[in-house]
């Protein structure tokens, strides 16, 4: 099975604990889709600094496919983490760095992504263009996935979901609120969507057009939050790719998820 992710690399600081890690939802996504049996590849931009020769680096030691994995010259992005109580991620002081210019898939994207079981893209504000190239694609035999979870400030509302929703099959968002349920709900009847709701402790939701799917979390100790969501969501694609069945892929991505909430880490 082969799979895409699309969008970021970002290295993760962590001042309390006076850690990094690679991070961004890009890179994490393609570290665990790998680590649940699929043949990755990253399309991604980082910077000619340390960093984005250690990203090149844990691709290659991973078995990713890095070939759309770009150095340009300049200084790989990075965020400061900080855990709340709950061991929940607050992002500060973001260094967007060289994906201030990764704002577009080229036509060679294209054909590579057009022989993909699934290819996921990241949903964020400053990478607004690059979204919305992906959406305009026309991939008829790939489940293209846009992830718009995450609750920063570069994180699009719920109504501009809908300016990019009709060029996606499944949509990503968090949320427990019933208002923003309902509207996701109905997004997914009305345009024959499938969206997956995160819910955090809550477990999570799926909509189809026709249906609702609920997998409740997987109690454990959480030392930190960061990168669960991308954990279910790869191992979700993956699982549901393999088998279309979605309550065992929802069953799969929410043992995984559990399994990430235990370490320090997004990619650890």
């Known amino acids: 099975m082969k799979l895409t992710t699309i969008g970021d690399c970002i290295v993760d600081l962590y001042p309390q604990e006076s850690q990094t890690f ?36 844990s691709c290659r030691q991973h078995h990713i496919n890095s070939r759309y994995l770009h150095q340009t010259s300049g200084s790989t992005s990075q965020v400061t983490i900080t855990l709340d109580k709950h061991r929940s991620p607050r992002f500060s002081a973001w260094k967007l760095g060289v994906l201030a210019s990764f704002n577009k898939l080229t036509p060679k994207h294209q054909s590579f992504l057009s022989n993909q079981a699934a ?39 719920f109504t501009d979901i809908l300016t990019y929703s009709p060029g996606l099959d499944l949509i990503v968002k968090n949320t427990t609120n019933p208002k923003h349920l309902k ?18 402790n809550q477990g999570s939701q799926l909509f189809t057009p026709d249906k609702t799917y609920s997998q409740p979390a997987i109690k454990t100790t959480v030392k930190d939050a960061t990168g669960a969501g991308d954990t279910y969501l790869a191992t979700f694609i993956v699982h549901y790719l393999k088998t279309q069945h979605i309550p065992q892929a929802m ?18």
């Open 119 to 157: 290819a996921c893209s990241v949903a964020i504000k400053p990478l607004k263009s690059l979204l919305k190239s992906f959406c305009q694609l026309q991939l008829p035999q790939t489940l293209k996935v846009a992830d718009f979870d995450g609750t920063t400030p570069y994180t699009f509302s």
């Open 22 to 57: 690679l991070g961004g939802t890009a890179y994490n996504l393609a570290l665990r889709a790998k680590q649940a049996g699929a043949q990755v590849s990253l399309i991604s931009q980082v910077g000619t600094d340390s960093w984005g020769k250690q990203y090149l680096a």
């Open 251 to 268: 069953s799969k991505a929410a043992t995984a998820a559990a399994k990430k909430l235990t370490r320090l880490g997004a990619s650890s």
């Open 183 to 200: 509207f996701l709900k109905n997004l997914a009847h009305d345009q024959n969507k499938l969206v997956l709701v995160m819910q955090a």
